[in-house]
C-alpha cells in the first residue's frame, strides 16, 4: 500500500472550519439575485434578435404593470459582470420600461451548456426567423458534439443519447421536431452574406428570396454572392429556385462569373413579360473588357434612345 504523504493530506479551509454543513449547502443554493442592468451582457454570438413587435410591446406593458416575474438566468463572466444566458427579450423590456434592476439566476455553466440553455429558451418561439433557426441549430450542434467528446458530461440524458449509434443532428432534429434534412437547410443559410440573409428572412419587402433558392446560393462564393446582391438591387430581381441551383452547379464546375450570373438572372421568367434576350458572347466584342453586364445594358439603352429619338427627327422632316 501507497504510504500517504503530506501533499494527500487535505488541509481544511478557514471556510469549513467555521461554517457549518447547513451553511456550506445553502451557499450552493441558486438564489434569484437583482442585478443592475447594466452588469448584464448579451450571449456571444447570440442568433435570435429582440425585436420591436407586438409581443415585445405587450411584454413591455405588461413589466411596466408588474415588474419581471419571471427570473432570467445568466452566468458569471470572467470579464467582469454577467452573461445573459436567458431572457434577452425581458432584459431589453425591463430596458425600456425604465428598471435599473432585473431578476437573475445566477448559474455556473460551461460555454457548451449555456449554448444548448440559451437556444433551447428560445428556439420553441413563434416567429424566428430562417437564418435565426439557422445560427441556432449550429450553436446547438457543435455545443453537442463538444458534450460527447467528453468524460465528465453534467447532463447525464446527453450523455446517454451521444452513446448511441445516432449522430448529432439526428438527436437535434429529434428535438426541434424537423428532419435531418431540414436541419441542415437552415444551418446551410449561416454561409450567405448578410444582404441575402436578410432577404431570405423577408426583411425586404420588395426584395425576398424563399428558403429553397436562398439555401442554393449558400453554396457560392462571397464574390459571387455581392455580384448577385448587385444586380438583385440594379435589376429589381431575384432568382428564381431553378437559376439558383443551375448557378450552383456552374459554380462548381468553376464556370461562374459577372457574366454568367447577369445571363442566368436577366432570363424571361414563366411569370415575367414578355422580352428580348441577347446572348452575352455576341456583344462583348464590341465592349472593352473591363466593362460590366450594367454598363453594356446602360451603353444599349442608351444608344437605342438616341436612335429613337434621331428616327423620330427624319419622320418629322
Do not use: C
Not at 108 to 130: C, F, G, H, K, Y
Not at 195 to 201: A, E, K, Y
Amino acid at each position: 500500500m501507497k504510504k500517504k504523504t503530506i501533499d494527500d493530506i487535505k488541509i481544511p479551509t478557514f471556510d469549513d472550519l467555521f461554517s457549518t454543513e447547513e451553511q456550506r449547502q445553502e451557499s450552493r443554493l441558486e438564489k434569484i439575485q437583482e442585478i443592475q442592468l447594466d452588469e448584464l451582457h448579451e450571449f456571444k454570438g447570440h442568433p435570435f434578435r429582440v425585436r420591436m413587435d407586438e409581443d415585445m410591446q405587450k411584454l413591455i406593458e405588461s413589466i411596466e404593470e408588474h415588474g419581471v416575474i419571471v427570473p432570467t438566468l445568466a452566468r458569471p463572466d470572467p470579464a467582469g459582470g454577467y452573461e445573459m444566458v436567458s431572457g434577452h427579450r425581458r432584459l431589453k423590456a425591463a430596458e425600456l420600461s425604465g428598471l435599473e434592476t432585473i431578476p437573475v439566476i445566477v448559474r455556473e455553466l460551461s460555454d457548451d451548456e449555456a449554448t444548448i440553455i440559451m437556444v433551447d429558451s428560445n428556439i420553441q418561439r413563434e416567429n424566428i426567423l430562417p437564418s435565426e433557426r439557422g445560427f441556432a441549430y449550429k450553436m446547438k450542434l457543435e455545443a453537442m458534439k463538444h458534450q460527447g467528446k467528453r468524460n465528465d458530461l453534467t447532463s447525464m440524458q446527453v450523455a446517454q443519447k451521444l452513446k448511441t449509434t445516432k449522430w448529432s443532428v439526428e438527436i437535434l432534429s429529434e428535438e426541434v421536431g424537423q428532419t435531418k434534412d431540414q436541419v441542415r437547410r437552415y444551418i446551410r443559410l449561416t454561409e450567405l452574406i448578410e444582404p441575402l440573409r436578410d432577404m431570405v428572412d423577408g426583411l425586404h419587402e420588395s426584395k425576398k428570396i424563399a428558403l429553397n433558392p436562398g439555401v442554393e446560393l449558400s453554396y457560392l462564393s462571397k464574390e459571387n454572392q455581392q455580384i448577385i446582391v448587385k444586380y438583385i438591387e440594379e435589376l429589381d430581381l431575384t432568382p428564381s429556385h431553378a437559376q439558383t441551383i443551375r448557378m450552383k452547379k456552374l459554380s462548381k464546375e468553376g464556370r461562374l462569373d459577372e457574366n454568367v450570373i447577369y445571363s442566368i438572372m436577366t432570363e424571361e421568367k414563366a411569370n415575367q413579360k414578355e422580352k428580348i434576350s441577347i446572348k452575352m458572347e455576341e456583344i462583348d466584342p464590341f465592349f472593352p473588357r473591363e466593362y460590366t453586364p450594367k454598363q453594356k445594358t446602360d451603353v444599349i439603352m442608351r444608344l437605342l434612345k438616341n436612335w429613337a429619338k434621331n428616327r423620330n427627327k427624319e419622320k418629322q422632316r
